[in-house]
């Protein structure tokens, strides 16, 4: 095991270099940052010395070795626009997407794996048939119009009235397409506060109601995604002998559905999952743009807009970070429940 | 009345064409404690016809018709909570390849105590005694370890072994062993063929052995059945077919083998293969392939091509050749003649 965690340490390193390479690498073509700082009216002389000032003028090994040491003591300078520093900035923000994404893979955990299960024992159910076609769909629908179809629904509401409301049936179906709004769908609300920079909507029930149209749009991506590949790898396992042989031994259906099956399906769901999560968080600056969700997404397509080079570098590092924990905790887990996997060391 | 009676037992496989009759008119009986060899080529409808038995044929097989009877009870219109009970327990089965059959994620310990907690009221602690001897008897080494150990931890002699104990948990009247032996080493095989066939005198347990090796089957069954495209085309005690087969298939079967072949000489074969079920040629699926199928002065006979041959009586068995049947006739003429 701590042969294990010391050669992953190693590996994050390594992939941590990487990006910190291509993040610092770029930042030379984002704009530039005293244009940002100082406006129109700061002549040139001045600009000159505030070069000089913030090391720009430096070569590029220079700069890059003293960002690297600043790094490695976590202190990834100050953010241009906050005028705070970055890591600050950032943790600020990063509960709103932590919770954002903690929320949208509840939705992903708790309704893929009863629905892909449900849909492999039942091949031919209309419901299933129902769910793999919803899935695909939800699979081809961008996030930003699924977030906007959601808001006109259920936040701003419709009342189209197609049908003669005279009738009475006229009147049923205008009532059926109709939808009250009233969801909340711009920003958090008013969270509860926690410790330090961390504030949480899963405090309350009002808070609550604030992550909901958020975290279904951040899930409709990955949500059909799960729910077809734990059904495609159900309907293998349901196929192999070890499942029959189960059934020859008079074992009760559920027991082989929800242990001998479920178990040896989820073992390649978890790997892909892993990554799907770090995958997440990347997909919030869309949803959090749409929901004005005031987390790390936002910050960083704000940052992007004013040319605010820490504060970028700083959020690929970080993001970069999360990919490199969930990766390994998702290999420790897969450990933990895939027998023929030993982290122990310990022979055979 | 003999413990398991399968009667014209018929199975479909409902394809998008049409249903593919996969077994036609099966009959056997088995009493307690006998031991019953079905023999053919892959794809005769013997793997099927095993798991038939216990209902368990995969989807889009049926059952179309006929019946399999257990102790005077129809277990192909019992109920699935019913079925359960007598699956594992008075049933069990042992499959072909032990490295698929085990689930790799439990321990051998919980796919043993599992089996039995699903047939009995009983606490972990003595379903695990239970198991540990049965493991004994199966003479796995260091038995109490292996409880705790995962199925790629063991090979495949092993598991095989750990299979029959799993198959022997219960103290079954009857288990159906399909192929057990194919997946394993040669000199892994006749050791487990050994065991098993040991265990079941010992515990006067029926056995259905579905196998293609007809050696196997001389040294363990008593009686036998020869599969062809999805019928019996000979069945009899086993001493009399594999001395003196009567079907052509039969022979050519026994004809095969290795040691049946002149030094020197390539090995005799049957020629062609097997048809394709959804495919089958007309009367007698074996003709195209049958070296009998011209009578003495040259002629084809014209059933062998338009009908379905029946069974008739030869010694002890039961044959289903229209060269067979005629020949019988005219030793019948003969006789009377005389």
């Known amino acids: 095991m701590i042969a294990f965690l010391i050669k992953r340490l190693f590996h994050a390193l390594l992939v941590m270099f990487v990006i910190s390479v291509i993040a610092f690498a770029i930042q030379d073509n984002l704009g530039d940052p005293v244009q940002q700082l100082v406006g129109q009216s700061v002549p040139e002389s001045e600009r000159a010395e505030l070069r000089e000032e913030l090391g720009l003028n430096d070569p590029f090994l220079t700069q890059y070795l003293r960002f690297a040491g600043n790094a490695a003591r976590f202190d990834f300078g100050y953010s241009y626009v906050f005028n705070q520093p970055t890591t600050e900035v950032i943790a600020r923000h990063l509960p709103a997407t932590l919770e954002l994404v903690a929320a949208a893979s509840f939705l992903i955990i708790a309704l893929s794996i009863p629905i892909g299960v449900y849909s492999a024992i039942k091949p031919r159910a209309w419901l299933t048939r129902l769910f793999m076609s919803v899935s695909i769909v939800g699979i081809s629908v961008p996030v930003f119009l699924t977030a906007i179809v959601l808001i006109q629904l259920f936040a701003i509401g419709v009342s189209w009235t197609p049908f003669p409301a005279g009738t009475g049936w006229g009147a049923w179906l205008n009532d059926l397409i109709t939808t009250e709004g009233g969801m909340p769908a711009y920003g958090r609300g008013d969270p509860t506060h926690v410790f330090g920079t961390w504030y949480t909507n899963f405090a309350s029930l009002e808070g609550l109601t604030y992550l909901v149209l958020p975290a279904i749009s951040l899930a409709s991506i990955m949500l059909p995604l799960f729910i077809r590949l734990i059904r495609a790898e159900m309907l293998e396992v349901l196929q192999s002998d070890y499942v029959k042989f189960a059934r020859a031994k008079g074992i009760s259906m559920r027991r082989i559905y929800f242990l001998h099956a479920l178990k040896n399906t989820m073992l390649p769901v978890i790997t892909v999952g892993g990554v799907q999560i770090g995958t997440l968080v990347a997909y919030t600056i869309l949803t959090e743009t749409v929901f004005q969700w005031p987390g790390m997404g936002l910050m960083f397509l704000n940052a992007i807009e004013r040319s605010d080079i820490p504060l970028i570098v700083t959020y690929l590092m970080i993001v970069g970070l999360i990919f490199v924990i969930t990766n390994t905790l998702v290999d420790l887990i897969y450990g933990l429940v895939n027998p023929t996997v030993k982290l122990t060391g310990k022979p055979a | ?338």
């Not at chain 2, 040294?219 to 059945?225: D, G, I, P, S």
């Open chain 2, 1 to 338: 009345m003999a413990l398991l009676e399968v009667n014209h037992l018929d199975v479909h496989f409902a394809l998008r064409k049409g249903d593919v009759h996969a077994l036609r008119d099966i009959n056997f009986t088995l009493e307690r404690g006998e031991r019953l060899g079905i023999v053919g080529e892959s794809g005769a409808g013997k793997s099927v016809a095993a798991f038939s038995l216990l209902n368990l044929i995969a989807k889009p097989g049926f059952i179309a018709g006929g019946e399999v009877n257990f102790e005077g009870k129809t277990l192909n219109t019992m109920s699935e909570r019913r079925l359960r009970k007598v699956r594992g327990n008075r049933i069990s089965m042992i499959f072909q390849d032990p490295m698929m059959t085990l689930n790799p994620v439990l321990s051998i310990g919980e796919q043993m105590i599992e089996c039995l907690k699903a047939h009995r009221r009983i606490t972990t602690k003595a379903a695990r005694a239970i198991a540990l001897d049965k493991l004994q008897q199966v003479q796995l080494p260091s038995p109490d370890t292996r409880l705790a150990q995962y199925p790629h931890e063991l090979s495949g002699g092993m598991r095989q072994r750990v299979i029959i104990a799993i198959a022997l948990l219960l103290d079954p009247d009857i288990i159906i062993a399909d192929e057990p032996t194919t997946a394993l080493d040669v000199t892994i095989q006749a050791e487990i063929m050994a065991l098993l066939l040991n265990l079941c005198e010992q515990h006067n347990v029926g056995l259905i052995l579905i196998t293609h090796d007809l050696g196997v089957v001389s040294q363990v069954t008593q009686r036998m059945l020869v599969m062809y495209a999805g019928r019996v085309i000979e069945q009899g005690p086993t001493r009399e077919i594999i001395n003196d087969p009567q079907h052509p298939y039969t022979q050519g079967l026994i004809n095969a083998l290795p040691q049946m072949a002149t030094p020197g000489e390539p090995l005799n074969q049957i020629r062609g293969s097997m048809p394709s079920l959804s495919n089958l040629p007309s009367g007698c699926a074996f003709h195209p392939r049958c070296n009998f199928i011209r009578r003495a002065d040259g002629q084809t006979r014209p059933a062998c091509v338009e009908q379905v041959p029946g069974f008739v009586t030869s010694g002890n068995c039961q044959v289903a050749c229209h060269m067979v049947a005629e020949l019988l006739e005219d030793r019948r003429l003969q006789e009377e003649s005389l």
